[in-house]
């Protein structure tokens, strides 16, 4: 089976098939498991853009067997002895043929240095939990929505001078430390404080980030992605060249953005959703809409309604 199933880097050329792929597993998925106009949440399934974003750091593959995209999986690696598996997704007519177990083991071979590995799964695939349970990972938590899996492979990992297992460090107080390249696993940090600290290239994985405070923090060239921002307050903070995209709003919950005293000029938005969206009091001179001055734009309404 081996040589019959490959894992090959996700290419932008790749992105519209694997797009279509992603469509029709969704579809299935939702037939199969869900009821009451429930789908499975695969943020931006259905999104071109969003396959080739996630080829950011070279660590979307996509599933080929005898020559055939068939799936996806989308990793995510600290660097160190952790990784995760975002996403492991195939088209259901290759599911049951034990191509995800040859999968998980390609998966393994490509990141020989993680021995901890994580990932999460929908309630409603029992499917899923025999999968993934069979392939030697071990339900460890588990709410309404999700059940959450570890796998810590073979060997001690924790036999290693280099490694602080189950140490209380709480209220301690780190001064001109050095702890660069440290890796940190299931750890609370919370409440924590960093002042006059390098956070040059940090990586914060499948990590709660509730009622932090970023303040006089040198954050450029840092990305923030696949994560829930909900009620978040950025201010005073320079966005020179920000790329900012596929951003969800929970209509649902009537959410709403709103932006006061910030400096847009020259700024564009492409291909958004701007349903109901308000512009007060602000600074329009040069704006435009598809190439139409918005200026001119309201002179002719003026002008049509005296």
């Known amino acids: 089976m081996n040589k019959e199933v490959k894992l090959e880097i996700v290419l932008n ?3 519209e098939k ?46 080929i067997y005898h020559g055939n995209i068939i799936g996806v999986t989308l990793i995510s690696h600290t660097g160190k002895e952790h990784g ?22 390609l998966i393994e071979d490509l990141f020989p240095m993680v021995k ?10 029992p499917r899923n939990h025999h ?18 899996y570890c796998k810590i492979l073979d ?15 709480s209220y301690n107080n780190f001064r001109e430390c050095n702890i660069k390249f440290a890796d940190l696993h299931e750890s609370n940090i919370s409440n924590s404080r960093f002042s006059d600290s390098n956070l040059v290239g940090n990586i914060y994985l499948n990590s709660y980030l509730a009622n932090n405070r970023f303040t006089n923090v040198n954050m450029n060239n840092s990305i923030f992605a696949d994560s829930k921002m909900n009620k978040v307050e950025i201010c005073h903070v320079s966005l020179l060249e920000a790329y900012i995209h596929d951003i969800n709003l929970d209509v649902e919950e009537k959410a709403n953005i709103v932006m006061e005293r910030c400096d ?32 001119d734009m309201l002179k002719c309404y003026k002008k049509n309604c005296e």
């Open 13 to 15: 050329d790749d992105a």
């Open 18 to 63: 694997i797009r279509n792929i992603m469509v029709e597993i969704s579809e299935n998925e939702t037939l199969r498991w869900f009821k009451n106009g429930n789908k499975p949440f695969i943020p931006g399934y259905n999104s071109i853009d969003m396959q080739r974003y996630h080829t950011w750091d070279n660590k979307y593959y996509k599933i």
């Open 84 to 105: 995760r598996i975002d996403k492991l997704y195939m088209l259901p007519e290759y599911q049951g043929l034990s191509i995800g177990s040859t999968v998980l083991k």
């Open 116 to 125: 901890v590995w994580t990932l999460d799964t929908i309630q409603e695939s």
């Open 131 to 148: 999968f993934y349970e069979k392939n030697g990972y071990k339900l460890v938590s588990e709410d309404q929505e999700e059940r959450y």
């Open 155 to 169: 060997g001690n990992i924790y036999d290693s001078d280099s490694y602080w297992h189950c140490k209380d460090l």
């Open 264 to 295: 847009l000029a020259n700024s564009k938005i492409v291909d958004s959703n701007l349903q109901d969206l308000k512009i007060e009091n602000c600074n329009i001179d040069g704006m435009t809409i598809n190439g139409v001055k918005v200026l």
